[in-house]
């Protein structure tokens, strides 16, 4: 069983930046495109950014130019740097599997955008 471990979240003003990652318990990512999802109260979860094992990543529009998405398969870890904050950007984040969802949802970590 493949756990995910979402750390590096917390509360930013707006304008801030954040880096949060994300530790598998054995190596997936080389197989795996890999996203990171967010899902902000009272809101359904969604895809914010996917990496592919090569080739190029996405973004939804509200955090194209603002969020990169990167891994780094030896640490099996995938990080989102994420810039500019606004407080739409306020949600608790996951990770998994992209587009479809292979394993368990991990814990998450709470991004909070607010002055």
């Known amino acids: 069983q493949v756990q995910l471990v979402e750390s590096g979240g917390g509360l930013v003003q707006p304008g801030g930046s954040l880096r949060i990652s994300c530790a598998a318990s054995?190596?997936?990512?080389?197989?795996?495109?890999m996203g990171w999802y967010r899902q902000a109260p009272g809101k359904q979860r969604e895809l914010v950014a996917t990496i592919p094992r090569g080739g190029s990543t996405t973004y939804i529009d509200s955090v194209k130019g603002r969020f990169a998405i990167s891994r780094d398969n030896a640490k099996n870890t995938v990080y989102l740097q994420m810039n500019s904050l606004k407080p739409e950007d306020t949600a608790v984040y996951y990770c998994n599997t992209a587009p479809s969802v292979k394993y368990s949802w991990g814990q998450g970590t709470q991004v909070t955008v607010s002055s």
């Open positions: 054995r190596s997936i990512f080389s197989f795996n495109t």
